[in-house]
C-alpha cells in the first residue's frame, strides 16, 4: 500500500502543470479546527486508520453509498463572522446536487450542519464518516443554522448518480463545477538539503587552514520545523526555521620553543527562519500546489579552540599569553529573502507528504565577517563577502493539509 501511494505521488507531481491547465480551480473554504479534545483526536486516529481499507471498498461501490447530496467544507473565522455563527465546530454547505435528498430536505447553499443524527459535525471527514455509518433509506435529523437561526431537516439518505456529484446547485438555481479544498493547514518536520552556490568556498578556507576537513560541497543537510494556517482566500500566513551543526574535535601540535601538544576543536552553525506567505491552489480533492516566499535571517557562525588541558590557578596570564589555550568565533548575518514553490499530497485527514523547492537570496547588513569576543564584535580585515545563495529542496510529513 505504501509503495502504491509513493508511485501514486510522484505521477501526480510529474504531471500536475498539465493537471493545472486541465482542472478548473475555484476556492474553497476552510476551517480551523477549535476546541478538539484529546480524546477526539485520538478516535480520529483510530478512525482514520480503519477508513484505509475500507476506502478501498467505497471505490468499487461508491454508487451504492449512502449521500446527502450535499457538497461540502470545513470552515474558517472569516466564515464564521461574517455570517454571525457563534459557534466552534460545523460544516460549511458549498452546494447541493440537483433534486437530492439534501434539496428536498430544503437544505441549500450557505446553511452550516450542526449536527447529523444526534452528532456533532465538528468538521468535514467527521461528517463523512456518520453518513457512511447509515444505510440508503434511513431518515436522519440535520440541524442546520441559516440566518442566524437553527432550524431541524429531516433528510433520507440516497444514493446519487455520479452526473449528480459533479455539479452544484447555487441558490439562484444555476449549476457550476465542485469547488475544491486548498486545506486547512498544519506543520510539522522540515529537512532541508541546501546547496550553497560558492560550495562553502570562503568557510571550507578557514577549516582547511586550521587543519580541519571542508563541508561538502555537495550541499548540507538542515533539520527544523515550522507551520502554517488558512488566512481566507488560499491564502496562508505561517513560519519556519531550519539550522545546521558540525561539531569535531583533533590533536594537533603548535610549533614554539618547544612543540605543544592540544586538542583543538571546531563548531560551525548555519541557519535561518522567517515567516512565510504562501498562495494555494487545488489541483484535486488530495492534492494543492502553492507559490509563495520566506522573509526573515540567518548566518553562519564558526568557532575554534584549542587548550591542552593544563591550567594553573598562578599561571592564568601565562596560558592567555601562550597559544596554548586559545580561541576565535567568527559570524557573518544576512536578511534572507526565498520564493518557493511547493505541492502536497493529502494520505489521511491529519498526514500529507510535502515537497518544496526554492532559492534563497541574501542581503548582508555587515561588510565581511565579524570576530567576537566577550560580547563585542570587531570587523576583520580582508574579509570576504560570503553571500548566502543557494538551492533549497525539501520533502517529509506534513500533519494536516
Known amino acids: 500500500m505504501k509503495k502504491i501511494l509513493l508511485v501514486v505521488l510522484v ?88 433534486d437530492g435528498p439534501a434539496q428536498k430536505a430544503g437544505l441549500a447553499k450557505g446553511d452550516i450542519i450542526m449536527e447529523f443524527d444526534g452528532k456533532q459535525a465538528k468538521f468535514e471527514s467527521k461528517l463523512v464518516k456518520l453518513i457512511k455509518s447509515k444505510s440508503i433509506g434511513d431518515e436522519v435529523k440535520v440541524k442546520i443554522f441559516r440566518d442566524e437561526e437553527i432550524f431541524i431537516a429531516n433528510l433520507t439518505l440516497a444514493t446519487i448518480t455520479s452526473k449528480d456529484t459533479e455539479m452544484i446547485l447555487t441558490k439562484d438555481g444555476s449549476k457550476k463545477k465542485k469547488k475544491l ?50 488566512m481566507g482566500k488560499g491564502w496562508f500566513l505561517g513560519g519556519m526555521g531550519a539550522g545546521y551543526s558540525i561539531d569535531k574535535k583533533k590533536g594537533y601540535g603548535i610549533d614554539g620553543d618547544e612543540i605543544i601538544d592540544v586538542t583543538r576543536r571546531m563548531l560551525y552553525s548555519n541557519a535561518f527562519g522567517g515567516v512565510t506567505l504562501d498562495k494555494r491552489l487545488a489541483i484535486t480533492k488530495n492534492l494543492v500546489t502553492s507559490l509563495g516566499f520566506m522573509l526573515g535571517w540567518g548566518g553562519h557562525n564558526l568557532q575554534i579552540s584549542q587548550t591542552d588541558g593544563a591550567y594553573d590557578w598562578d599561571e592564568l596570564n601565562e596560558d592567555m599569553n601562550s597559544s596554548a589555550n586559545n580561541a576565535i568565533e567568527i559570524e557573518k548575518n544576512y536578511i534572507l529573502f526565498q520564493p518557493k514553490a511547493t505541492i502536497m499530497y493529502r494520505i489521511l485527514d491529519w498526514l500529507s507528504i510535502r515537497a518544496e523547492g526554492g532559492y534563497m537570496l541574501s542581503h548582508s547588513y555587515t561588510n565581511g565577517w565579524d570576530a567576537i569576543s566577550c560580547d563585542d564584535n570587531f570587523e576583520i580585515n580582508n574579509s570576504p563577502e560570503t553571500p548566502y545563495q543557494g538551492y533549497t529542496i525539501s520533502i517529509g510529513p506534513w500533519f494536516g493539509f
Open 181 to 230: 479544498s486548498v486545506g486547512n493547514g498544519g506543520g510539522g518536520w522540515i529537512p532541508v538539503w541546501f546547496v550553497d552556490n560558492n560550495e562553502f568556498e570562503d568557510i571550507n578556507h578557514i577549516l582547511v587552514d586550521y587543519g580541519f576537513n571542508g563541508l561538502d560541497e555537495k550541499g548540507i543537510l538542515m533539520h527544523g520545523g515550522g507551520g502554517n494556517g488558512n
Open 11 to 98: 505521477a501526480m507531481f510529474l504531471s500536475s502543470i498539465n493537471l493545472f491547465a486541465q482542472v478548473e480551480i475555484e476556492e474553497g473554504v476552510n476551517v480551523y479546527e477549535i476546541d478538539m479534545e484529546v480524546e477526539e483526536a485520538l478516535m480520529e486516529v483510530e478512525e482514520a486508520l480503519d477508513d484505509m481499507n475500507f476506502n478501498i471498498l467505497v471505490s468499487r461501490t461508491s454508487e451504492e453509498q449512502p449521500r446527502m447530496g450535499v457538497f461540502l467544507s470545513d470552515m474558517d473565522f472569516e466564515d464564521a463572522y461574517k455570517i454571525h455563527y457563534p459557534y466552534c465546530y460545523g460544516v460549511y454547505v458549498t452546494g447541493v446536487t440537483h
